[in-house]
């Protein structure tokens, strides 16, 4: 087997560098076809690519490759995200000698290069930003060619480019220009260390985990007799009429701060958190959480007293570090509280009043249908709940509780002003009550605890003077809206997704100071760069135009904002253009020229990841910039790849990287198991066992290529009736592939045209072991033929070898997969076969239960009426579960049916236990013994020493000792051995 991948992988070789050699993947406007503009996400130029980045670009290149033989003008061209600080932060650690930085990066390199002492010097060249860049960049390339991808490299750029920063600041000057930049304040994801809003590119592993800000409502609960307010941060303020206590962490640091003219208690790590989100802030005193289990403090609103009490649980560095408790409400609470009742010895360490303590019982003030007076109480006991270290019950019973009540509570009469409010309506009346009062804050917090790049810690912060993009916008959403109701998104499950983002989406720093980019040209001069993702959303424009700017060599000085105008708005006079910028009305008019070709971008192909950020922002920029006739056609999306059940990861040494996959596998038969093992929206789990498998059915079809090599083809003509009915099949089956490609299911379209036929092949093999020699070959010679047309897309370099040893010339790539029309001969041979595999298989598992040698075989078919009783159930039960009572009636008033309504009654049985089967395609009786009168010699081959009978079941004198007859289905015939 190790020689069969070994030949592959120097076929992969020879293609990709004659591809290459004749540039035939270089698009080039051509106005006598129709045009498909292909892209999927520039790749980031830090590091190495793995097996889960080539998911996403493997069904790229496959959509691309399939449109291209379809008659399509393809160009699929790439570029390199270097902005924002990935690239900046390697360069640091590099040049801070931080080892382990030094260690990923040497076994980066060592992916590419073998010699040491160059491994070392390039790492140590990473000191320079712009160095790790471009040597990644370079290798990106390299290891997308030796996938066989079908990129068009002459239009390569990096987001750092001169001339690609003046395409963004012109971009920004449009958004400006339509009010859709704003500044101002507003709660961001912030990074401690290097003083900056971030994006998702900024934060370590920000592509896998989301991260956002929380807006959390901090309830004032103020100490009795005191000015001073204990904090306590929520996302469900309603809750405060049920709160029983308040829990502190004993044994971690608070501090006592004056806030805004206010005395507040916090958690030590929450000041730091305040004091970004633009509080004034002066620490008062230090203290551990036990210095207030001697106090109590007021419920603001009720007035009620309540005792403060500790608990480990809490998070000092999530919130404000302060917790209330409402424990018929909340399962964690609720389990806290039982816990801390038992422990008597947590009740003397800290001195707890004890009576006091256990005298507490939750309080109900939501109703909800489907429980009691206390949810909490109820779930917990329901899911065995042992503590509150059972973190994992608890978590999905306080999901299910709060989901529950949320959409379906309702408040009760002791929640005053909010009685009989639905909680989601009474959660936001009860904080805006508490604002108007002064008794609660907003208080920000990230969605999950995150570092950036840089190794920093992520805060929500707000900061003055920021600037975003205002996503709220109301016009702005509403085109956005438009524009994604006009789209496909394939899946269209995934449609939903978008909807949500869209709602959600409000405003969105742009700009930071520290980072690689485009400077925001709002305010030059003062620092500001453009945020990674944000300078990311309209780049595929910048494709269509960077490589005449390349070849005419025009300067980044040229390229004006009136020449971007120009070409994207069809704004201005193309000679006042040229004069203003000193670039030819030629040169001008051949970017403007490439710009109204290719775009719109027909597709775009990314992971589901995206959606939530540069997708949706995509689809906003466009509407923002462009005319509507260039807005964004179509999105289609896969999920994430694991290995072996197990997410990848560098810990786990599971990950393969893209330059490994040639030399490991063969890039053929990565590229077809990672397209055929799942549909786009499950989660691909790379097993060796399945490897292997595709392993195994890529080397049948290369054998069933290589056998008929050098065989001649015969007059179809002359072919048996077995021969004519595999091509059938195998006509059928390019048919649903094609159709499956059509909607973009790439799966279906590899099980279909490739497995499918396969199997065809090796049944083919079987069934004319003593057939005419010449005939089988040229049957299995049109077939390999037609599969490599069909499936070049998917496993381009075995079929560009077979096209030239079959004597062809030029490149499979380039042939076209045409329309196939069945026939009706062609569906009847197809089901003929289908029949013919299905009845051979019911004998040989009959002869397996037989312990004597039969010596006659007597095949029965069903009478017609049973195939009109199946068609009718097929017609009345389409939308409906079967019902004997109905088809007995429907049967009673069938002019045919109805003298057979006895029998019926027993087949209807029958049909009540398997109803999928009246929906099967039917041959008639006569055709289904044509069929096996056919065949009979394939079954005399096979069974030399029986003799076969056939009949039709209803037929005069039909031989039936046993009764078998009336056990014949349509399209399953009964047998008898005797």
Known sequence: MASFLEGIRKIETKWQKRWDEKKIFVGKVDHSKPKYFVTVPYPYASGTLHIGHCRTYNLGDLFTRYKRQRGFNVMWPMAYHITGTPVLSVSAKIKEKDE?????????????????????????????????????????????????????????????????????????????????????EYPILWCTNCKNAVGEDDIYAGDETKVEVSEFVGIKFKLKNKNTFLVAATFRPETIFGATNVWINPENKYCEIKIDDENWIVSS??????????????????????????????????????????????????????????PGHAPYDYAALVDLQKNEELIKKYSLDESKLKSIIPISLIKLDGYGEFPAVEIYEKMGVQSQEDIEKLEKATQTIYKEEFYSGVM????????????????????????????????????????????????????????????GNKKWKELAFKALNNMKIVPEKYRQAFEN??????????????????????????????????????????????????????????????????????????????????????????????????????????????????????????VAIFQEKYWPQMFSLNEMLNREGEKMGKSKGNVIPIAKIPEKYSVDLTRLHLASIATQESVVDWREVEVNHSKEKLRKFWEFAIMVEKSEKIDPQSYSFISKIVLASV?????????????????????????????????????????????????????VENMIILMAPVIPHICEEIYERYGNTGFVSLQKIEDIILTEEDTQLALQLKFLTNLMKDIEQVMKLVKSEPKKMIIYIAPQWKNELYKLAKDSFAEEAFNIGKIMSLVKNHETLNKYMKNIADEA???????????????????????????????????????VETYISDTKDVFDPQNKARKARPMKPAILLL
Request: hydrophobic share 35%; proline share 3%; glycine share 4%.
């Open 100 to 184: 382990k930085e030094w260690k990923k990066y040497r076994d980066y390199v060592s992916i590419y290069e073998s010699d040491e002492k160059k491994v070392e010097e390039i790492v140590g060249s990473f000191v320079e930003p712009m160095n790790v860049a471009m040597y990644f960049s370079g290798k990106l390339m390299e290891d997308f060619k030796r996938m066989g991808f079908s990129i068009d490299d002459t239009r390569e750029f990096t987001t750092g480019d001169p001339e690609y920063n003046k395409f963004i600041e012109w971009q920004y000057k449009i958004l400006n220009e339509k009010g859709y930049i704003t500044k101002g």
């Open 269 to 326: 790590e929450a000041v730091s958190k305040l004091k970004n989100q633009h509080h004034k802030i002066e620490i008062t005193r230090e203290f551990k959480g036990r210095e207030l289990f001697d106090q109590e403090v007021e419920v603001p609103l009720t007035g009620v007293v309540i005792p403060i009490y500790p608990a480990t649980f809490v998070d000092t560095d999530h919130a404000t570090g302060v917790v209330y408790s409402v």
């Open 412 to 471: 009760k009469s002791n929640t005053g002003e909010f009685n009989s409010l639905k909680v989601e309506e009474a959660k936001v009346a009860v904080a805006k009550k508490l604002k108007e009062l002064n008794l609660a804050s907003n208080v920000y917090e990230v969605s999950t605890k995150a570092k950036c790049r840089c190794g920093g810690k992520i805060i929500a912060a707000v900061i003055e003077d920021q600037y975003f993009l205002n996503y």
């Open 501 to 622: 983002v869209f709602n959600w989406l409000d405003k969105r720093p742009c700009v930071r100071k520290r980072g690689l980019g485009t400077e925001f040209p709002i305010t030059k001069g003062k620092g500001w760069i453009i945020e990674s993702l944000s300078d990311s959303v309209i780049y595929m424009a910048f494709y269509t135009i960077i490589k005449t700017i390349k070849e005419s060599k025009i300067k980044p000085e040229q390229l004006k904002p009136i020449l971007f105008d120009h070409i994207f708005l069809s704004n201005h006079d193309v000679e006042t253009v040229s004069k203003e910028t000193s670039i030819s009305v030629d040169t001008i008019n051949a970017m403007k020229s490439e710009f109204e070709y290719w775009y719109p971008n027909d597709l775009r192909h990314t992971a589901i990841a995206h959606i939530s950020n540069h997708l949706s922002f995509t689809i906003f920029h466009h």
């Open 731 to 783: 006509k059928r089956n390019m048919k649903l592939a094609i159709d499956a490609m059509e909607r973009f299911n790439p799966r279906d379209y590899i099980l279909s045209g490739f497995f499918d036929n396969i199997r065809e092949l090796e049944n083919y093999l079987k069934l004319s072991s003593n057939s005419n020699e010449k005939e089988v070959q040229s049957v299995i010679k049109e077939t």
């Open 909 to 947: 049985k029958l049909m009540m236990k398997d109803p999928t089967i009246f929906r099967i395609s039917m041959l008639t009786p006569d055709e289904q013994l044509n069929a096996i009168q056919g065949y009979i010699k394939i079954i005399n081959k096979k069974y030399p020493e029986i003799t």
